[in-house]
Nanobody, 117 residues
Framework: QVQLVESGGGSVQAGGSLRLSCAAS???????????MGWFRQAPGKEREAVAT????GRTIYQEGRFTISKDNVKNTLYLEMSSLRPEDTAIYSC???????????WGQGTQVTVSS
C-alpha cells in the first residue's frame, strides 16, 4: 500500500550540494500513511539518525542546519536539499513515512551519498 523510492544520491566533493527525492506511492485512505515523512541516514558503523522530518501540512518538524526538507503534496514527493556537504555526511540516506509522528513503519530502499574531501 505504501512504496517509497529515493533518487538523487551520488558522489560530490566537500562543499557541494545534492538534492534527494522520495516519490511516495500511498493507496491508503487520504494518503494517511504518508502524512509524516522524513529523511534519515546511516553511516558505516553508526546508528541511523534523523536528518529532517516534516508534517502533513508541510511544516518542518526537524532539520539539520545545512539541510532543507520540503514536500510536494500534489506529487506526494519528498525532497532534501543538502548544501555545504562534508565528508562526514557520507551515508545511506533513506526516506520514511508514517501516519503519526515518532513512528516510522514505511521505508524506502535508500540512496548512497558520498562526499569526498
Amino acid at each position: 500500500q505504501v512504496q517509497l523510492v529515493e533518487s538523487g544520491g551520488g558522489s560530490v566533493q566537500a562543499g557541494g550540494s545534492l538534492r534527494l527525492s522520495c516519490a511516495a506511492s500511498d493507496s491508503t485512505y487520504n494518503r494517511r500513511s504518508t502524512r509524516y515523512m522524513g529523511w534519515f541516514r546511516q553511516a558505516p558503523g553508526k546508528e541511523r539518525e534523523a536528518v529532517a522530518t516534516i508534517d502533513s501540512v508541510g511544516r518542518t518538524i526537524y532539520q539539520e542546519g545545512r539541510f532543507t526538507i520540503s514536500k510536494d503534496n500534489v506529487k506526494n514527493t519528498l525532497y532534501l536539499e543538502m548544501s555545504s556537504l562534508r565528508p562526514e555526511d557520507t551515508a545511506i540516506y533513506s526516506c520514511a513515512a508514517s501516519p503519526s509522528p515518532g513512528l516510522w513503519p514505511y521505508w524506502g530502499q535508500g540512496t548512497q551519498v558520498t562526499v569526498s574531501s
